[in-house]
């Protein structure tokens, strides 16, 4: 797996698809990484770590094989 961290930038996701982009800006390269995840769960998990402000927390997150967000946890800045 592939770990990186970052700043959520958003969140985009389509209805009914069950398929969203959580947008990270990855430091310290300074790209922005569209990750695809699955909406529900992940929207879960961003709502109990963050309430509802998750633009602008600071995560690290890890990918699988294939790109897919597998998982995050919260950063201290």
Not at 13 to 31: C, D, K, R
Not at 54 to 63: D, H, R, Y
């Given at each position: 797996?592939?770990?990186?961290?970052?700043?959520i930038?958003?969140?985009?996701?389509?209805?009914?698809?069950?398929?969203a982009?959580?947008?990270?800006?990855?430091?310290?390269?300074?790209?922005?990484?569209?990750?695809?995840?699955?909406?529900?769960?992940?929207?879960?998990?961003?709502?109990?770590?963050?309430?509802?402000?998750?633009?602008?927390?600071?995560?690290?997150?890890?990918?699988?094989?294939?790109?897919?967000?597998?998982s995050?946890?919260?950063?201290?800045?």
């Amino acid at each position: 797996m592939t770990t990186r961290s970052g700043q959520i930038v958003g969140f985009n996701s389509t209805m009914g698809s069950g398929i969203a982009t959580l947008s990270v800006a990855v430091e310290p390269q300074g790209y922005v990484a569209h990750v695809p995840c699955e909406a529900g769960p992940t929207v879960r998990a961003l709502r109990n770590a963050f309430g509802d402000a998750i633009i602008g927390q600071e995560i690290e997150f890890e990918l699988d094989t294939l790109g897919v967000l597998a998982s995050f946890i919260p950063r201290e800045v």
